[in-house]
């Protein structure tokens, strides 16, 4: 006799298939996966959720949250959690979960490539040779050999840019005010005060999650603290950098090149100030985005839905408190 349905999960976006049939295969589970929903159509179908996988498409604000009577769980496949309102989601007793180890090979691979690309002009150079041009002396590179990397967030993500770029003879410096330091010993990677970081380095990655400390962090003031010359890699949240700032800056010459594959809104508007300038490379928030990223963590997010829903089992939370105050 088939196992009567308790929980229905909501999947209101496209994720791969293996994740599904996990969901699919579970008695005592019943699924709606029809893709990438228009706000609309989801804020209708979320009334009966138990549980929702989502990615970074989808926000979960107050308005949708307020829709969803039953829902218990949501769980994010990927890192950030920013598009969720963790304090509504509190106050609701809903658990945010999520994967925050599945995406990081490719983002990490993906931060390095931003890094070669920007460091030798290999996008100017493909469009310059494509547009009918031979352009050898306009693109003159730099080395990452020798050159100091600064990390800002030496999570997993930093950690394994820190391996890859030590394969690339830099020296790593790192700013992590919640990591022990024995783990950055174990890399040989120095942990300095963020200043010391903006000052030291020819390269700074951003893998800082968005909060009120890290907003707009990489601004005229923390510029000015920087070493001449300096190339910013962004990969993480657009939030991270002042646009407007950074703008100015590299406008000016006193920061030499960027890479963002991230921002404040996303698509970024025409207007955006840092879309055009001849020395920022731009590309539409790709990290994370290959089939072995989106599989993993696509199978993580449901395996935490299912282990929630049928075990009473939370990890990764997000919002530790919710589990505090079910306690």
């Not at 829709?67 to 218990?72: I, Q, V, Y």
Request: hydrophobic letters at 50%; aromatic letters at 4%; proline letters at 5%.
């Amino acid at each position: 006799m088939a196992a009567e349905t308790m929980f229905h999960v909501l999947v209101p976006d496209n994720v791969h298939q293996k994740a599904i049939d996990i969901l699919r295969g579970r008695a005592g589970i019943s699924v709606s996966a029809p893709g990438k929903m228009e706000r609309n159509a989801l804020l209708e179908a979320v009334g009966a959720a138990h549980a929702l996988v989502i990615r970074s498409g989808v926000t979960a604000d107050a308005e949708l949250i307020s829709r969803a009577p039953e829902l218990k769980a949501i769980a994010r496949a990927g890192v950030g959690v920013d598009n969720v309102d963790l304090a509504a989601a509190t106050a609701r007793g809903i658990v945010v979960m999520n994967t925050p180890g599945g995406n990081t090979i490719s983002t990490a691979e993906y931060t390095m490539g931003l890094m070669l690309a920007l460091s030798r002009h290999i996008a100017p150079g493909h469009q310059s040779l494509a547009g009918g041009r031979w352009d050898r002396k306009a693109y003159t590179g730099v080395e990452l050999k020798g050159k100091t990397l600064g990390i800002i967030g030496l999570g997993r993500i930093g950690q394994a840019i820190a391996k890859r770029a030590q394969a690339f003879e830099m020296a790593i410096v790192a700013h992590d005010p919640y990591l022990p330091p024995a783990v950055a010993e174990a890399l040989g990677v120095p942990l300095l005060e963020l200043h010391e970081v903006y000052a030291r380095s020819d390269y700074l990655t951003l893998h800082a999650l968005v909060t009120d400390e890290t907003r707009s962090m990489i601004n005229a003031s923390s510029i000015a603290r920087m070493k001449a010359g300096v190339r910013i890699i962004n990969a993480a949240r657009g939030a991270l950098i002042d646009s407007a700032a950074l703008a100015a800056a590299l406008s000016s010459g006193v920061v030499a090149g960027a890479a963002l594959d991230v921002y404040e809104q996303e698509p970024p508007p025409g207007d955006h100030p840092l879309i055009g300038l001849p020395n920022v490379l731009h590309t539409p928030h790709l990290a994370a985005s290959t089939s072995d990223a989106q599989a993993t963590v696509a199978v993580e997010a449901a395996e935490l839905v299912l282990a929630y829903l049928l075990d009473g089992v939370a990890e990764n939370v997000c919002n530790r408190e919710v589990l505090n105050a079910k306690d």
